[in-house]
């Protein structure tokens, strides 16, 4: 059980324009979700935290406008890149906690996403 | 949020047992202890998590001395797939609450 996925796993868009990220639970319902980025052999920066049905809490210097986070049910939050541009460039990677029965704060990440801006 | 510290790197050989060790002196009393395991272009995997005394599963134990200001990951006869990073993340034992990644450790298995 709790098992994330995310889609695409791999994109390359151009300059300027907007790509989304799927984040899925698949076997149980996450009633928080967590964006995260991380550069080349450095560790996972949180980007922000979306409980299903509110809007996301940012961590100091993401900007929420380009990074659109929405977390529209308790299976699914979507992470839209605006306007990217090449230092966007990085593996995005979400997770979920929420899972019913489960002690502590386990969360569950999915496989990433490795964006490349061109 | 209590932050951690972890040596960044360690070397071991297929077969020996690797101990990684944690530090966390601020951690509150509602913290848990959780350590994750990542591979390049991967997304973390959960190992293991605690709050006092040993946890022990089928990949890992988790040994925590009482005063909880350090714990240690023992990864048992480790072979080159264990060759991966490892993060130890203190947090309130919650689900929903957000963890803070710290460097974490390189951990190279050698044949």
Redesign the interface.
Known sequence: G?V?S?HPSRVICKSGTSVKIECRSLDFQA??M?W?RQFPKK????MA?S?EGSKATYEQGVEKDKFLINHASLTLSTLTVTSAHPEDSS?Y???A???SG???????????T?LTVT | LAKTTQPISMDSYEGQEVNITCSHNNIATND?I?W?QQFP??????II?G?KTKVTNEVASLFIPADRKSSTLSLPRVSLSDTAVY?CLV??????????????TRVLVKP
């Open positions: 709790a994330v995310q009633t928080t967590f995260y560790s996972l920066m949180l935290t409980n593996f990677i979400c997770s906690s929420g899972m489960r002690p502590g704060h386990e969360q569950y990440f999915g496989p990433g490795r | 848990y959780t994750y272009s991967q997304g973390p995997r959960f998590q709050y993060y947090g309130e034992g919650a689900a929903g609450n957000k963890l803070t990644f710290g460097g974490g």
